[in-house]
């Protein structure tokens, strides 16, 4: 994924995810993380996906 979470960005996002995994919690989609990728790698073994097939995932939404 190559593009940078924005606000705007994340919270369309974050219900899309929210719409395809439904066992994620706006908890867990809460960006309380100090980088996006310490937010996506939770998200990621969340899903029990690695980081690189969540970014895949993420780039298809």
Known sequence: MNQE???I???DLRSKLRQRFPLLTN?????RHST???LLDMIAQKLGKTYKELCTI???V
């Open 5 to 7: 979470l924005d606000v």
């Open 9 to 11: 960005y994340w919270n």
């Open 27 to 31: 908890a867990d989609l809460q960006w």
């Open 36 to 38: 996006q990728e310490d």
């Open 58 to 60: 993420l780039e298809e």
